[in-house]
């Protein structure tokens, strides 16, 4: 493996080996000095051409605790201000001696691009509305924790699935290790039945549900969206207030429909009232924050996995 | 000078002749063909055993870029990747920057191509001012300093009383109006065909609705106001259905295609692959398949190529930033050959969409084989194989799909008026 693209392009194995691997990595992080010397001498480059928290500090704790070294670029404050080219930008950095790439970028395939153009490995950090790979490897982690098991599950995806880089990825990783997965949400930002065929991996694995009350029934894992202001505002939605009341999650419905010790997860940022009603932060089954925490687990062994090469196996 | 082609299989679509024999050029104008010719002094003799020989292509979709983007392609390369070709005559498209919109800019086109163009070029002008699609250009006076056609290519207009107000007026001066059937409120922000591609890309899909939606709102406006209306570039299965029911109707309209609907689909793009983004989107199998049998049927009369050069500056970036189009007037003839080895079209049949349909829509007299016309002809061997490789490219650009592609069919020599090409 060079480089982590998407999803689409792993294979159940390959999922495996970094989830195996980011359960052994995990315990780094609770030692009392939580640093290993494995990645010393590597530099990792964190382009992100677009707002984060969570994926890029997320990286950067990763590389830091791999005793890598770190260079984090933003747009606003660096040379695209004044019109270089992504391409550019690559080359300079990988001049610059970059080992390897995360890259967060608002047009999808701007990943697949500079992997095609650069010899050091590239990580996809979320592209436009195409994949954000690394945060289905932490679903997938999150998930197998908590319920034991990622395969035989149903898992539930709802709101903006169309544009939604999280849900592509998810849907294409719970399938792929063995999971049903439903999705649901507004009409309009549903796929398209012309789009279906490439989501469903097999038949009967993946359905679109336009009735998010048949849709969450006996749910093992809920997974809400965040309705992503900053690209559409309410252009896609007549107004926040009735995607609340037509698509919002509450306790009440999820006590209703989850199976037992069924959890909801939220990727982040939460539009707190919108996709999720605020009294859920005291849900004792959504797992949020961990979450966050399997996200630095998860990117240590894609950090791992791609820059040490074999060595993989005695990194402890 | 003299030139004496032997042996060749001789074809002409405007008089459906097709024959083995020879053929006798002088001083640039056809002298003769029969089964034989014979004792002819002084003459160039060309052995075109194996070889088809018709008339050169006519291409009335194609981008020269010049003015204003000249980094991609002028008029002098432009035409010249034509020649190659074997495409002898190109109609080209207004989108320049400046667009052209006034007689002034016809007749630049014109004065640039006098100076130096390979092949005969024809200019396209503007429905509208600027392209803006909001007031109609003075068709009368760019008729006058040369325009063979109108249109807004590139754009849809959108604006359906001014279409309908351009038919009107185009009927009047017998120009036809060209258009580029996209409703860009259901295109806009897409990038390629909604499907399984656009699924798996994670990129905006542009749904069919965008095409049929205008195709089936210009012919109703064709039907109106009957004005001669020309749709460039059909893609799709639904919009051949829509073309259909016009015929069954009798409205007044033409079509064209372009080799890259009838041989690719929307696959080509996997792995974010520019040089196969192009206006409308590559679609599917089915799609390609309805294509052909609308060829066939005659639905679909030309195959035009859109050629639509692009420098690495607006192709080796981001996919959504990446131009749309691809050159193609070099994979034209072998392509649309492709369908005559399939089985598609008739050799005539071919021909007559590459020649003789867009002669007659453009109103122009078609170059044909016949005694005291111009020599406006191409040798062609159907057989032979060759990779399409950038040193082939005559185009300043070569964003195509079909680079480093086999391809089947090559022109081999090119005879215009008093000048002998070989080109390998």
Known sequence: MKDLLDIASLEKKQIEHLLSLAEDLKEILYRPIPKVPTLRGKLVVNLFYEASTRTRFSFERAAKVLSADTLNFSTGASSVKKGETLLDTIKNLRALGANLFVIRHPLAGAPHFIARSCDVPVVNAGDGTHEHPTQALLDLLTVKEKLGTLSGLKVVIVGDIKHSRVAHSDILAFQKMGSKVVVTGPAPLLPEPSEVSYFALEKGRFKVEVSPEKALSRADVVIALRIQKERHGTALIPSYQEYHQFFGLTTELLLKHLSEGGILMHPGPINWGIELAPEIEKFPRQVILDQVENGVAIRMAVLLTLLAGKKDENTN | MRILIKKARILDPSQDLDFVGDLLIEEGKIKGFDKRIEGVEGCKIIDAEGLWCFPGLVDMHVHLREPGEEWKEDIETGTRAALCGGVLRIACMPNTKPPIDSPELVKFVLEKAREKASVKVYPIACITKGQKGEELTEFGRLKEAGAVGVSDDGKWVPNSEIMRRALLYARQFDLPVISHCEDPALSKGGSINLGKMSAKLGLKGIPASAEVVAVFRDLFLARET???????????????????????????????????????????????????????????????????????????????????????????????????????????????????????????????????????ILRIEPPSVKIGKNAELILFDPREEYIFTQELIKSKSYNTPFLNKKLKGRVKKVILCNFLHTLC
């Open chain 2, 226 to 360: 009957g004005g001669p209306l020309h749709l460039a570039h059909i893609s799709l299965k639904d919009s051949i259905k829509v073309l259909k029911w016009a015929k069954e109707e009798g409205i007044p309209f033409t079509a064209e295609t372009c080799p890259h609907y009838f041989t690719l689909t929307e696959k080509e793009v996997d792995g974010y692959n520019t040089f196969a983004k192009v206006n409308p989107p590559l679609r599917t199998e089915e799609d390609v398949e309805a294509i052909k049998e609308a060829l066939k049927e005659g639905i679909l009369e030309v195959i035009a190529s859109d050629h639509a050069p692009h420098s690495p500056l607006e192709k080796e970036v981001e996919f959504e930033l990446a131009s749309p189009g691809m050159i193609g007037l070099q994979t034209l003839l072998p392509l649309s050959y492709k369908l005559v080895e399939e089985g598609v079209l008739s050799p005539i049949k071919c021909l007559k969409c590459l020649i003789t349909n867009p002669a007659r």
